[in-house]
């Protein structure tokens, strides 16, 4: 059973209505042609959508805006919900030790670097998932999904004679939520315009980075509620907020018959160098992001135990707000320049993370932090916005032009997928400097020496003088 979207009546009434025939006419005319624009959109039993396509302006103008955002709002939440679980181990295993755990710092540094490994890996099928289920359908299910790591962490930080086995699955689990990223991303790009969706995305993804730094607030807020500390708080506060989330993608969401997984895209940025190229950049930028937010309340308990965990969500905060500003300078001065500064501010900020730790200053530490993840979020803007520039080099001509956006949309898949591991390997370098050094600090150094690196891989591939993209402008 089908029934056709009807369009807002695009002639309002009353005294303002201009009469006369060519006036009529001109409004017959314009409602004649968003009818006919929209004839072919129809829904279908299950919230399925026919004949979308947002490029059309008549239909977009119709009511094809109001369905894009009536889903891209419940797709924010769901995302939203995806990080926070993503991110509850970062939180929760600072504070493991205070309800009878005793964990080494090797096994602290593991379960917070376990569900960035599952979540990485867990990207490109949940990107292919959307169009194979539709993305109403998908939203629920990857939502609901969630239940079973937040439900498991409630019941695991319940009792200290957990074995760390048990921990380590239950935190790799949590890596479902990172895969959401993916999926979500993925389906609200198939419901806007190429006009309107740099925006949209970037809101989704805003959403999304701002689940850890609420989950790192909230955390330490929920578990000591009344007396004592109860942990498994940390699990359960989810549940609701999850059900909701299910609840409103099933109400308010659609799925598109039109979104279709493009593999020829996929396989075009696979063999394409550039695609690699920015997928090792990405671990610099948005791996730091998600290895900072994973590793900065266990390093603040470490090192500072004195001052609690009640600043820890600041770096996640804003590094997440820093990301549009990144994009929105990256357009003015090139993805590519803004990106080698980000680098450099992020080696900045290493260094003065490691002089904070031989001085012991916390002002010091929490200051090149929060630059480090500032730096990280206008890396990522920056980063994403070099992707599409990069792919339309050469494009003169329709045909091509088209290609380099297809395969422009494989290369973000890839990148966010690559870059995600940066959220394991920052965490495990910390733990391998503890273990062989007894100290932080070796691990700082190296990732100096690695942002320096991405730095000057960026120069020479985009911006030097004899560089073939420099002319571009990337």
């Not at 989704?204 to 730094?213: P, R």
């Amino acid at each position: 059973m089908t029934a056709t979207l009807t369009p807002p009546d695009p002639t309002p009434p009353g005294p303002g209505r201009t009469e006369g025939p060519t006036a009529t006419a001109t409004v017959d005319t314009a409602a004649a042609a968003t009818s006919s624009a929209s004839a072919a959109l129809v829904r279908r039993r299950g919230r399925w959508i026919d004949g979308w396509d947002p490029e059309d302006a008549a239909a977009w103008e119709g009511g094809g805006r109001r369905v894009a955002r009536r889903n891209l709002y419940p797709s924010i939440f769901a995302e939203f919900l995806g990080f926070a679980v993503w991110a509850s181990w970062s939180i929760v295993v600072p504070q493991l030790s205070s309800v009878g755990f005793a964990l080494t710092v090797d096994q602290q540094f593991w379960l917070i670097a376990v569900p960035s490994l599952v979540g990485a890996t867990l990207r490109i099928p949940y990107t292919f998932a959307v169009p194979l289920f539709g993305g109403r359908n998908w939203t629920i299910v990857s939502a609901l999904l969630l239940l079973l790591p937040a439900g498991l962490l409630a019941w695991t930080v319940s009792d200290p004679s957990t074995p760390f086995g048990m921990l380590l699955l239950v935190a790799a689990l949590a890596g479902l939520g990172g895969g959401n990223f993916a999926s979500s991303m993925a389906n609200i790009s198939f419901f806007f315009p190429e006009r309107e969706k740099g925006r949209a995305l970037g809101l989704n993804a805003a959403g999304g980075n701002l689940g850890t730094a609420a989950v790192q607030l909230a955390v330490p807020l929920v578990i000591v509620a009344g007396a004592g500390i109860a942990l498994e708080r940390a699990g359960l506060m989810f549940i609701p907020l999850i059900l909701l989330a299910a609840f409103l993608a099933w109400r308010l969401m659609d799925n598109l018959t039109t979104a279709k997984a493009d593999y020829k895209a996929f396989g075009a940025a696979v063999h394409n160098r550039h695609t690699w190229i920015i997928s090792f950049l990405y671990i610099g930028t948005f791996g730091s992001f998600i290895g900072y937010s994973g590793a900065f309340p266990t390093l603040l308990a470490g090192q500072f135990p004195e001052v609690g965990l009640q600043v820890a969500f600041l770096g996640a905060l804003v590094g997440s707000l820093a990301r549009p500003f990144g994009g929105s300078l990256a357009d003015r001065w090139g993805g590519a320049r803004m990106t080698i500064a980000s680098f450099a501010v992020m080696a900045a900020g290493a260094v003065g993370a490691i002089a904070a730790l031989r001085t012991h200053s916390f002002g010091l530490f929490l200051g090149s932090f929060l630059v480090l993840f500032v730096a990280t979020g206008a890396g990522n803007g920056a980063t994403y916005r070099m992707i599409p520039a990069v792919f339309r080099v050469g494009a003169t001509t329709p045909e091509r032009l088209a290609r380099s956006r297809k395969a422009a949309a494989g290369c973000i898949g890839i990148a966010g997928a690559v870059g995600a591991f940066g959220g394991f390997l920052i965490p495990r370098g910390f733990a391998v400097s503890n273990e062989l050094a007894g100290s932080l600090q070796p691990a700082l150094w190296t990732f100096v020496g690695v942002y320096v690196l991405m730095g000057a891989v960026t120069w020479a591939v985009y911006t030097r003088r004899s560089a073939p993209m420099a002319a571009a402008g990337i």
